[in-house]
């Protein structure tokens, strides 16, 4: 590891900074499926858009998380979207490519992607 | 199977976070000389009785087919010795697990490493509350990376605020890439 003291003056300018993220601010979760099959199905790429898309678009009301097994093996992988106030939206079969469109349509703009959905291709 | 070793690693990780490990150690060796590829985990999670490391990597065994069984690690014993290479778990009730896998290097059949560098970073992100300690050893290089550090040097803040996971991502991304010199899969 190099560089610890860039980090130590990200650490500084963070904590310096007013609007530092605040739990109470996220009022909207993406949680991927982890488990060994959600894995193999090409969890970690999706995980990782979405990682790259909220920050693209500066969405810091929105969190990413992970989950175990969640026992749709052939649905994976699996995206669950909690918006605040909302009904949990699953998201099957998901690939990279999906990702602007559910972040832009649904976390965005509040319309879930329905063709993505469960019940559209489960 | 995995496509890559790197998604065995992020799936094997797993296991030590759900039996609540505080502190996950990962190695990835990879020896020209040897001509193997290598994958640790070290945790100090909830470990496994003896009846439960006799079996649970035995893949597929007929007898529990309605309930679930587990794939994460017969997946990576079967890769490993299908690949001329090794597997070996130890683990102990309330103390910690150590799974060792190992391939060969020049194996026709061995899954690309891909990103280790991804899953390390995915590791993190996703398991803020977790420390690891990764080490990669390319034939006599050596890097290492460890969160405790990370944690120390940002305290109070989490690791997964989004300024000090990008520093861990260049970080792991330009370490890695100069001990390859070059490509790697
Ligand atoms: N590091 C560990 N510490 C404690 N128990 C473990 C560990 N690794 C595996 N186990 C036990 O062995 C079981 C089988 O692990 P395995 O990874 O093969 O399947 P799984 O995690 O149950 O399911 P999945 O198919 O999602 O991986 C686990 O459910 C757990 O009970
Ligand atoms: S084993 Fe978890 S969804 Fe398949
Ligand atoms: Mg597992």
Request: hydrophobic share 40%.
């Amino acid at each position: 590891m190099k560089s610890l003291e860039e980090l130590a003056a990200i650490r500084k300018r963070m904590l310096e900074q007013v609007n530092m993220r605040k739990d109470d601010k996220i009022d909207t979760r993406v949680v991927v499926g982890m488990c060994t099959c959600g894995i193999a199905a090409g969890a970690r790429p999706v995980m990782l858009e979405f990682i790259s898309e909220l920050k693209r678009r500066g969405l810091e009301n929105v969190t990413v998380a992970q989950t175990g097994c969640i026992g749709m093996c052939r649905l994976e992988p699996i995206v669950d979207v909690y918006v605040k106030g909302q009904e949990k939206v699953t998201y099957v079969h998901m690939t990279p490519e999906k990702v602007a469109r559910i972040v832009n349509d649904h976390i965005v703009n509040g319309r879930p992607v329905e063709e993505y959905t469960i019940g559209y291709q489960g | 199977m995995m496509r890559e070793l790197s998604d065995n690693i992020l799936d094997i990780a797993q296991n030590s976070i759900a039996a609540r490990a505080t502190l996950i150690k990962i190695t990835v060796s990879v020896s020209h000389a040897a001509n193997r590829i290598s994958l640790c985990f070290e945790d100090n999670g909830c470990g496994m009785s003896p009846e439960m490391v006799q079996t649970v990597a035995e893949p597929f065994t007929t007898s529990r087919k309605t309930r679930k069984v587990g794939l994460g690690l017969p997946f990576l014993k079967q890769t490993a010795l299908m690949t001329g290479g090794t597997f070996d778990l130890s683990s102990s009730l309330g103390v910690g697990t150590t799974v060792c896998a190992s391939f060969g290097l020049d194996h026709i059949d061995r899954p690309p490493l891909g990103d280790v560098a991804s899953a390390f970073y995915t590791l993190i992100l996703l398991n803020p509350a977790v420390d690891f300690l990764f080490v990669y050893l390319y034939d006599e290089k050596r890097f290492e990376f460890d969160t405790r550090i990370v944690r120390q040097t940002i305290e109070p803040l989490r690791l997964d605020e989004p300024e000090i996971s990008d520093w861990i991502r260049e970080n792991l991304n330009q370490e890695i890439s100069l001990l390859h010199g070059g490509s790697f899969s």
